[in-house]
């Protein structure tokens, strides 16, 4: 049973551009969330998506935006980058309406470098 | 979300028992404890949660203070696989709707052999 895939797993770009990462979710999850992790700190939540929609959204600007496709798998889309976006971006998938729903489960994550 | 204290560092001798400490003064009736690590080069991993009683399962033991204001995790065996950034988060289970958790820095756990 494969976990929680994302892709790719290293990234470089450069201010200004557009990124797209990609998230495959753990079989039978439908619950995607993104998470920013800058170096040496904890991961800050990014949004949540359900139902192919938006649900919660954390502290960041609107040039973070998501997708989430019928099959449950997500993206994240991050324009005009700033050095300040390099980070390692994590996607975890949990099931809506269980008693351990808050167990969410993490891939290894996208490093992102912007030079 | 109530905010937690984690001690930045902690050492802890392999086979031995590792006590990690979180105090949450301001935690509300409603709010669970949870506990997840994260190995170098990896995502979050999912440890145990509890909201009053003191929890135990395959990885670890949750012990909750009665007045719920501290808890410590508890690796009964450490390994040196156990060395990771351990995080404690205090949030409240909806039973359903968004689950975006709060992180801290966490607790640097090393397992010296």
């Known amino acids: 049973d494969a976990g929680v895939t994302q892709s790719p797993t290293h990234l470089i770009k450069t201010r200004g551009q557009q990124v797209t990462l990609r998230c495959s979710p753990k079989?039978?999850?439908?619950?995607v969330s993104w998470y920013q992790q800058a170096l040496g700190q904890g991961p800050q939540f990014i949004f949540q998506?359900?139902?192919?929609?938006?649900?919660q959204r954390g502290n960041f600007p609107d040039r973070f935006s998501g997708h989430q496709f019928p099959n449950y798998s997500s993206e994240l889309n991050v324009n005009a980058l700033l050095l300040g976006d390099s980070a390692l971006y994590l996607c975890?998938?949990?099931?809506?309406?269980?008693?351990?729903?808050?167990?969410?489960?993490f891939g290894s994550g996208t490093q992102l470098s912007v030079l | 979300d109530a905010k937690t204290t984690q001690p930045t560092s902690m050492d802890c001798a392999e086979g031995r028992a590792a006590n990690l400490p979180c105090n949450h003064s301001?935690?509300?009736?409603?709010?669970?404890v949870y506990w997840y690590r994260q190995i170098h080069s990896q995502g979050p991993q999912y440890i145990i949660h509890?909201?009053?009683n003191n929890e135990t399962n395959e990885m670890a033991s949750l012990i909750i203070t009665e007045d719920r204001k501290s808890s410590t995790l508890i690796l009964p065996h450490a390994t040196l696989r156990d060395t990771a950034v351990y995080y404690c988060?205090?949030?409240?289970?909806?039973?359903?709707?968004?689950?975006?958790?709060?992180f801290g820095k966490g607790t640097h756990l090393i397992i010296q052999p």
């Open positions: 079989s039978g999850h439908d619950t």
């Open positions: 988060i205090v949030r409240p289970d909806s039973g359903g709707g968004a689950d975006g958790l709060t």
């Open positions: 509890g909201l009053k």
């Open positions: 301001t935690i509300s009736g409603n709010e669970y």
């Open positions: 998506y359900y139902e192919e929609e938006e649900r």
């Open positions: 975890a998938s949990s099931v809506d309406r269980t008693i351990v729903m808050k167990k969410l489960f």
